[in-house]
């Protein structure tokens, strides 16, 4: 167990639909940042968020949005889906100061 | 950072034999590169990492090595063992520490019997 939670694990929805994509960081990391990992993309960096406030924008769809609330856990929103957003959604969370992040298991998107 | 470089994209090595990954990066403020490994089903796990004032660092079987001036660094297994088959990606991020961390687009490495 990593310490950073994701949640639900899994999530099957149909096109035009939206979800939300749920993530608890390390206790006491400021940071977190979401990532698309798609079969032919790699890692792909979509937003960051440093102590409720966004630090840094990839890119991120307009139909994407996220959120990181007053007790740190951040909220990725998905709306109008479309068969291309079905990948695999990476939390990860960093302490502030320090190098490097530790991500969650993902959470696995399928769009039909 | 902004952008990453990697190859091989594929890597098949016999068991025991050693394996080699490179990356380059374009970002010269960049200063520290991790190196992640991900296995199926399951997130990136971080298993080295290299700041720019160091040209080497070990870690058992593994080490990476850092090129400032020829903006490359490199991960080098020895030994390779079952398990080391995974995906693995470098990754560099920019001259601050909360900085984000920009992936290359990883190696899948096989160990074969």
């Known amino acids: 167990d990593s310490g950073v939670t994701q949640t639900p694990k899994h999530l099957i929805t149909a096109t035009g639909q939206r979800v939300t994509l749920r993530c608890s960081p390390r206790?006491?990391?400021?940071?977190v940042y979401w990532y698309q990992q798609s079969l032919d993309q790699g890692l792909q960096f979509l937003i960051q968020?440093?102590?409720?406030?966004?630090?840094a924008k990839g890119n991120i769809l307009e139909r994407f949005s996220a959120q990181q609330f007053p007790d740190l856990h951040s909220e990725l929103n998905l709306s109008s889906l479309e068969l291309g957003d079905s990948a695999l959604y990476f939390c990860?969370?960093?302490?502030?100061?320090?190098?490097?992040?530790?991500f969650g298991s993902g959470t696995r998107l399928t769009v039909v | 950072g902004e952008n990453v470089e990697q190859h091989p994209s594929t890597l098949s090595v016999q068991e025991g034999d050693s394996a080699v990954i490179k990356c380059t990066y374009s970002d010269s403020a960049s200063n520290y590169f991790p190196w992640y490994k991900q296995e199926l089903g399951k997130g990136p796990q971080l298993i080295i990492d290299i700041r720019s004032n160091v040209g080497e660092k070990k870690d058992q079987r593994i080490a990476v090595t850092l090129n400032k001036t020829a903006k490359h660094f490199s991960l080098h297994i020895t030994e390779t063992q079952p398990e080391d088959s995974a995906v693995y990606f470098c990754?560099?991020?920019?001259?601050?520490?909360?900085?984000?961390?920009?992936f290359g687009k990883g190696t899948r490495l096989h160990i074969l019997p």
């Open positions: 990754a560099d991020t920019g001259k601050n520490r909360d900085d984000k961390i920009i």
């Open positions: 968020y440093y102590n409720g406030e966004e630090r």
């Open positions: 990860a969370s960093s302490a502030a100061g320090l190098y490097g992040y530790t």
């Open positions: 206790s006491g990391d400021l940071s």
